[in-house]
């Protein structure tokens, strides 16, 4: 649903996020190989503190962005009344060979790696808190058995912008899968006022 130089941002910011926080890079080798990740990392540090670019770092480094590796998800924009607006692309990746997730990033209090059905086991038992796109996104994962098979799946991606009442809570969101969201919420989640 994206034109052609929007995609290509969209991707390019993609594979930047994936790499800033969490160390994975989608990218090949100049050479078509595969790149030492663990050897990027003084680099993922400048990039991360915005003093280079992604483009600077795909140049600097002999890296060939893959855009291939990537499949769109969804697409969540954040409701009219909302202070803060998101328009959110979510997209799907395998983790490439020889590369492994870390938690070195300064953009959350806590990280961990467990699979979509994990997540939201631990949703369900309070033991964290997930908005709505996370929630939907890991419902939607958790419903293929392998990578290879969530990859393939067709699918078609509409925006999702969910209404909220002024003034109203999280669980007074209005979108397609609102009813679930609200009934898989533990009584202990606060429900904050957006």
Known sequence: GAGERDARQLVCAAVRETFEECGVLL???????????????????????KEISLAQFLRDERLV???????????????KNEKRRYDTRFFLAALPDGQRADD???EVEEAGWRTAAQALDDWSAGHCFLLPPTWSQLRAVAEYGTVGALL??????????????LGGAIDSLQFAEAAEYVASMPPNIPRPTL
């Open 27 to 49: 990218v090949s080798a100049a050479d078509g190989g595969a790149p030492d990740v663990a050897a990027l990392a003084p680099a993922r540090a400048r990039l991360e503190a």
């Open 65 to 79: 962005l893959r855009a291939d590796l990537l499949r769109p998800f969804a697409h969540w924009i954040t409701p």
């Open 104 to 106: 070195r990033t300064s």
């Open 152 to 165: 393939a799946a067709e699918r078609t991606i509409e925006p999702v912008e969910p209404e909220l009442p």
